[in-house]
């Protein structure tokens, strides 16, 4: 709830002084702000949900029921989708109606659905991330690791905001694509096909690699 709430608040706050505000340029800000907090939010939620049964004691207890332990993996995983959906659903109406009181306008109507159907691509690529924190997980058996790598590529994203390098680190992609497929143009991207690839090669990589710990049994070893 939080993580989608305070985006829309921030960006107000910070542009309340502005006049003439157009809807992208406050919309730019709060999704600016969504992404980065997106970091941080994601990945502390997905390391939660796998970490916590080994901090709880718990894991010895689910190995016990009757199906194959793949299914639990995937359970975990594609539960993210719909937090991520919800999460950013909300933010969409939240910063909506913050916009409504500090714009000249609206969203145009002929954009709603194309500004939503790039939002439903943000969410996939919030969510193509997810296997590799489900991953940091399985080897660390810490939910604390969620929460250092979030602050860690906040960091990242804070100190390469201005340069090209944004667009080639993995959790950042996410931010960088949707702020040019809605056309606001702020932050540097040479082209769509390396971070598309990098995005790629990251969710493919990193389930492979989970699938891999659990095939060896690695992934229930508390040792």
Not at 37 to 60: C, D, G, H, K, V
Not at 149 to 160: D, N, S, Y
Not at 161 to 168: D, K, V
Not at 201 to 210: E, N, R
Request: charged fraction near 10%; charge should be negative; include cysteine.
């Amino acid at each position: 709830m939080v993580g989608a709430v305070m985006p829309g608040i921030i960006a107000s706050l910070t542009l309340l002084d502005q006049e003439h505000l157009k809807w992208d340029e406050f919309h730019h800000v709060a999704l600016f702000i969504f992404n980065i907090q997106s970091i941080l939010t994601f990945s502390a939620f997905a390391s939660y949900i796998w970490a916590r049964e080994y901090e709880e004691n718990m894991m010895e207890e689910l190995l016990c029921y009757p199906f194959p332990k793949y299914k639990l993996f995937l359970s975990k995983l594609f539960i993210l989708l719909p937090v991520i959906a919800c999460t950013s659903l909300l933010f969409v109406f939240n910063s909506g109606v913050m916009a409504r009181f500090l714009t000249e306008g609206g969203i145009p109507a002929e954009l709603l659905v194309e500004y939503l159907l790039i939002i439903g691509l943000m969410i996939l690529m919030h969510f193509m991330l997810m296997p590799f924190m489900l991953l940091v997980s399985i080897v660390s058996k810490q939910a604390v690791t969620g929460i250092v790598i979030g602050v860690v590529f906040m960091l990242v994203c804070t100190i390469f905001y201005n340069t090209s390098f944004i667009q080639y680190i993995p959790f950042i992609i996410p931010m960088v694509l949707t702020d040019h497929l809605l056309g606001f143009d702020k932050l540097i991207l040479s082209g769509y096909r390396a971070p598309t690839v990098i995005l790629l090669s990251t969710f493919v990589a990193s389930l492979v690699g989970c699938l891999w710990l659990l095939k060896n049994s690695i992934l229930f070893d508390k040792n």
